[in-house]
């Protein structure tokens, strides 16, 4: 049957639908058939499913948009509030050796989000964590070096933060990363005896 989609919170994960038949139908999140979750408007196809209560809806595809929820929402959905002046904003990105940097208020300049060890960040909590530091402090000046080295660090740039999403959400997993991430800082600070390039970097570490 078709239907439209009345109301449905993604966070809540269940919502309802109007059937052709005029019948409102229960929908979870686990009945919806495909990687697009339904929203309100969309038009839908669906299976009847009779349950103890109610008719549920499963099987459930999107197979059209709300007209206004594919465009315009999405063009908000980039901007943000600065927490220092309060303007409406779409963060400027700041590159340094072609890395993103940090993002910064484009009315301000506050600083949005700093960016760099993003894994480091997602597994110890804090972008200046001293583990998270010492592993940036390797990256800027022992990895930077070797272009084959700088190569994995771009690659690393583009595939971490969906990972570090990934290990925020599965705080269990977290704890496997940090277990190898210690492994990589004991080695670190062996290879390096006393350290020296961070002292070198504590010097121009003026972001
Ligand atoms: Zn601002």
């Not at 052709?20 to 929203?39: F, N």
């Not at 309100?40 to 999107?62: C, H, I, P, Y």
């Not at 600065?82 to 700041?94: H, L």
């Not at 005896?193 to 970097?201: E, L, P, V």
Request: one cysteine or more; glycine letters at 8%; a positive charge.
């Amino acid at each position: 049957m078709r239907g439209t989609v009345k109301w449905f919170s993604q966070k809540r994960g269940y919502g309802f639908i109007v059937g052709q038949d005029d019948i409102e139908y229960h929908v979870s999140v686990r009945d919806v058939s495909g990687v697009t979750l339904p929203a309100n408007g969309d038009t839908v196809e669906f299976e009847v499913t009779q349950g103890k209560r109610a008719s549920r809806a499963t099987r459930v595809t999107v197979i059209q948009r709300a007209a206004s929820a594919a465009q315009p929402a999405r063009a908000t959905d980039d901007r943000v509030v600065c927490a220092a002046c309060q303007k409406r904003m779409v963060p400027r990105m700041i590159t340094y050796r072609g890395e993103p940097k940090k993002s910064v208020c484009p009315f301000c300049g506050t600083t949005y989000r700093k960016f760099g060890c993003f894994l480091a960040t997602a597994v110890y909590g804090d972008y200046d964590a001293p583990k998270v530091r010492l592993l940036r402090d390797f990256r800027d000046h022992v990895l930077n070096r070797s272009s084959a080295a700088r190569a994995m660090v771009q690659l690393y740039y583009r595939t971490s933060p969906p990972i570090a999403d990934f290990l925020r959400a599965h705080p269990g997993s977290a704890a496997a990363v940090r277990l190898a991430l210690n492994v990589l800082i004991r080695f670190i600070t062996f290879i390096d005896g006393k350290a020296r390039w961070i002292g070198a970097n504590r010097r121009n570490d003026g972001q």
